[in-house]
């Protein structure tokens, strides 16, 4: 998809980045109270950890229709496409890197290891000699002041934190937007992904926006539009009927063995994920279920079987190791993924760092200085591992390894929208552990790793900005827009953006409490963070063989998947639904997929193209509708005391 402009299209611009700028600390202003105090007690729907970012979508909304009023009254002084694409992608990497997975979970980690320090629990001795002061919050006084609240918040006692974590983001940043210009190429230019979660903000920055001219684009913006309204007045009035469209557990319903084991499987019908479904490729859309089925199909054997023998140390332990299984699909999809991408960055290596002359290729100043970038980003990454207190050796795999998963994440995301960017239970820091076992390591080992992990957000990429990173080149590119102009805004959002999210959460938890009147979950992960650390110091276990196996399948059924696909166009099943169905987002997210595939397999075969395209508008309806609802009565919430019912979680 193309966005037709007319004339010279004007991207990076002082006054784009500037309301960028001040957009995403607004959003991020919203996001944390929203998140951290309204979620407390009276629901919200969460702003930043989906595939297409509520609060970033719904100011991009917000701008397109201030643009269409100055358009008609000023042309001069309305924004641009690429004005518009710039100011958008700020917003989403900068509230991304904010919320759950990120920020959120980042904090609690820091202040975590000394403030439920007991007796009881030893921690003082096993592992508080290991963390440097300037690596997490000590003082006592700010951790009460946290924790506790009423509080202001002081600059001096969290400085040290909030700066060097704010470095480590910012290069941690840097990083994954150089793998993804050198990555862009290919998978924009070449193998064309689909990039489901990019065609509602291109439909939006196009002139005029066409799409607001659609009949069957209103008609499913306002039928969830008021689908969400009904649900919230029924959070305020319990007589007004509620039509759920949240998980309902269905394991329940089998109360006999072997399917006991569906115990917590659950349906949703949320439609924002419906709208995404319809935006993949049917074979996609059917892996997905599909495979996520079979998931329940394996357990519901093991439990036949009574496999007990055979258990591994961590997450899902036993057969059919799930957990595990994700951990190898999602190697197995970066592997694919280079090696599918090997000549080209080969050539772009080369062309790069050409000595007999100059290159033909415009992209290689960028290629060049993307190698270099990441070559830096990934020597300083490593570099603050080890002076954490963690190995040579370890730091190095370690680093790799998250940026492996998020090559992967980010692959499944421009396949499959994957509602919420969620890998598996098994991340780079598991992986390590049973790959060596937890006895291989130091407890400067793994209390260094601790904290690195929850900064690059472990298994939960809805905290990483890689995928939006990618997101902006390819909107970029459908706008006609030099990829190039997105690097320092980009760069800027995340310096300046989450430094000042940094400040509003601090502000927020120890105005509130942590432990008072916020949303105590966060703080659960924090503690949880430190409970894991001592269990592996107290337990240390040889290499995980049973794990291991897991892995092994996962990494192999996947290449299996992605040759077959590759050599036969019929081949139905795709690599991506495999990775998918092992990570919790499949939980959630099978049934708004299953019913997209069914109602576009429907619209294909009654209609064909032409109606699968008359009707696909009105989806992109059901999209915005539900973001702009469940974004509305969560802004309303948090200036009135109503519930307001989540839209996305």
């Known amino acids: 998809m193309k966005v037709q402009t007319s004339g010279r299209c004007k991207a990076l611009t002082v006054r784009a980045v500037l309301i960028g700028l001040a957009t995403a600390i607004l959003l991020n202003l919203w996001l944390h109270y929203a998140e951290l105090v309204l979620s407390a007690y009276r629901g919200h729907t969460a702003l930043a950890n989906t595939s297409i ?16 009023f100055v358009t008609r009254i000023l042309p001069t002084a309305a924004l641009s496409p690429g004005e518009l694409i710039v100011i958008y992608t700020m917003c989403t990497v900068a509230t991304v890197l904010s919320s759950s997975g990120g920020l959120h979970f980042l904090i609690p980690t820091l202040t975590a290891a000394h403030y439920f320090a007991t007796e009881a629990n030893g921690w003082a001795n096993l592992f508080h000699p290991y963390i440097p002061k300037w690596l997490a919050q000590t003082d006592r006084t ?12 002081i600059w001096s006692e969290w400085k040290t934190q909030i700066l060097v974590w704010m470095g480590f983001l910012f290069v941690f940043a840097c990083s994954t937007l150089c793998i993804c210009v050198i990555l862009r190429k290919q998978w924009i230019e070449r193998e064309r992904l689909p990039f489901p979660t990019v065609a509602l903000p291109l439909e939006l920055v196009r002139e005029g926006v066409p799409l607001f001219k659609d009949r069957l684009f209103w008609g499913g913006a306002i039928a969830t539009f008021l689908l969400g309204t009904l649900n919230t007045i029924h959070q305020n009035i319990p007589n007004m009927p509620l039509i759920e469209v949240r998980s309902t557990e269905i394991g329940s319903y089998f109360q006999n063995p072997p399917w006991t084991a569906l115990a917590g499987t659950v349906v949703t019908f949320f439609p924002f994920a419906i709208g995404i479904g319809f935006l993949l490729s049917t074979e996609v859309a059917f892996s997905c279920w599909f495979f996520y089925l079979m998931t329940r199909a394996e357990l519901v054997f093991a439990q036949a079987i009574r496999a007990t023998e055979g258990v591994a140390y961590g997450v899902q332990s036993t057969f059919p190791y799930l957990s595990y299984q994700g951990a190898g ?12 991408a090997r000549r080209h960055l080969i050539t772009a290596f080369m062309d790069a760092f050409r000595t007999n002359g100059k290159s033909t290729d415009p992209d290689a100043g960028a290629h060049r200085a993307a190698f270099i970038g ?3 980003s990934y020597v300083l990454l490593v570099a603050f591992t080890v002076v954490a207190g963690a190995r040579l050796s370890i730091a190095l795999m370690m680093i790799f390894l998250v940026l492996l998963y998020l090559i992967a994440a980010t692959r499944i995301r421009a396949e499959t929208g994957n509602v919420w960017p969620v890998g598996p239970d098994v991340d780079g820091y598991r992986l390590l552990q049973t790959l060596f076992g937890s006895r291989f390591f130091s407890t400067a080992d793994l209390t260094a790793l601790t904290y690195v992990r929850a900064a690059t957000a472990g298994q939960d990429f809805r905290g990483t900005c ?16 030099d990829f190039r102009k997105l690097v320092v805004p980009i760069l800027l959002s995340v ?41 592996f110091i107290r337990n240390p276990r040889p290499p995980d063989l049973y ?10 059924f996947t290449m299996v998947l992605a040759f077959l696909r590759s050599r036969y166009v019929w081949w139905p099943f795709h690599p991506v639904g495999y990775a998918m169905a092992n990570t919790w987002t499949m939980n959630y997210a099978w049934t708004p997929f299953f019913c997209a595939w069914l109602i576009k397999v429907i619209i294909i075969r009654a209609g064909g193209l032409r109606l699968y395209r008359r009707a696909l508008p009105f989806f992109l309806g059901v999209i915005v509708g539900d973001i702009l609802q469940g974004a509305f009565y969560t802004l309303l919430g948090c200036v009135t ?3 307001v019912y989540p839209a996305n979680w």
Not at 57 to 63: D, E, H, M, Y
Not at 329 to 340: D, E, M, Q, T, V
């Open 53 to 68: 970012p509520f609060g970033a979508f719904s100011a991009l909304f917000v701008f397109v229709l201030i643009n269409l």
């Open 142 to 153: 700010a951790l009460e002041h946290f924790y506790k609240g009423n509080a202001p918040f």
């Open 329 to 340: 699909a999602f190697l197995g999809i970066s592997i694919a993924a280079l090696w599918l």
């Open 374 to 376: 990441l070559g830096i």
């Open 466 to 481: 890689m995928p939006h990173q990618l997101d902006g080149l390819k909107i970029s590119d459908a706008a006609g827009i």
């Open 495 to 535: 310096a300046i953006g989450v430094t000042a999210s940094f400040i509003i959460a601090l502000t927020l938890w120890t105005k509130y409490g942590a432990l008072a009147k916020t949303n105590y979950w966060r703080s659960y992960s924090g503690l949880n963070s430190f409970t894991v650390l001592a269990q």
């Open 547 to 556: 794990g291991l196996r897991g892995i092994g399948f996962g990494i192999l």
């Open 641 to 643: 005391n109503i519930n």
